[in-house]
């Protein structure tokens, strides 16, 4: 069973749009560590070290979590996760923006998938594969 660790990150408490994720997840065989909403960088790393997580599933509904990411891939390089996979989703732009410009700007924090306003269910599916085709299954 595949472990996820999840939440809302920064001054988000969009706590329905994370307890939906937190279900979905669940009902799909993941073993799911929900940090909840207000959630901190470094308080999702913590998670995935003290979890021994594959998955951080972090979400934003309040378009704010740019500020709230930039230093993931320093973390991810000073706790050497190379291992784990890292996705963001939800509304990751405050006003009009474009997949082609907000996925761009996410990978280059660190995140292996950004999902800018597509359906959860879409997203999950292409976690999914992407965490058997990584893993070899």
């Known amino acids: 069973m595949k472990k996820v660790v999840t939440g809302v990150v920064g001054n988000d408490i969009h706590v ?5 994720i937190d279900i979905s997840l669940q009902a799909r065989g993941f073993e799911v560590f929900n940090l909840g909403v207000n ?4 308080e999702f790393i913590d998670a995935v070290v003290e979890t021994n997580a594959d998955i951080l599933l972090i979400s934003s509904l309040n378009g704010e979590a740019e500020g709230w990411c930039r230093d993931l891939q320093f973390l ?15 509304n ?3 006003g009009e ?8 700007k996410y990978q280059s924090y660190g995140f292996d998938l950004v999902f800018h306003q597509i359906d959860l269910n879409t997203g999950l599916d292409t976690l999914e594969k992407f965490v058997n085709q990584k893993r070899g299954e």
């Open 76 to 90: 991810r390089s000073e706790y050497e996760l190379k291992d784990v996979v890292f996705v963001i989703g939800g």
């Open 39 to 42: 959630t901190y960088l470094e």
């Open 16 to 20: 329905v749009a994370n307890r939906l």
């Open 97 to 104: 923006a474009r997949n082609e410009d907000i996925v761009p």
């Open 92 to 94: 990751l732009a405050v």
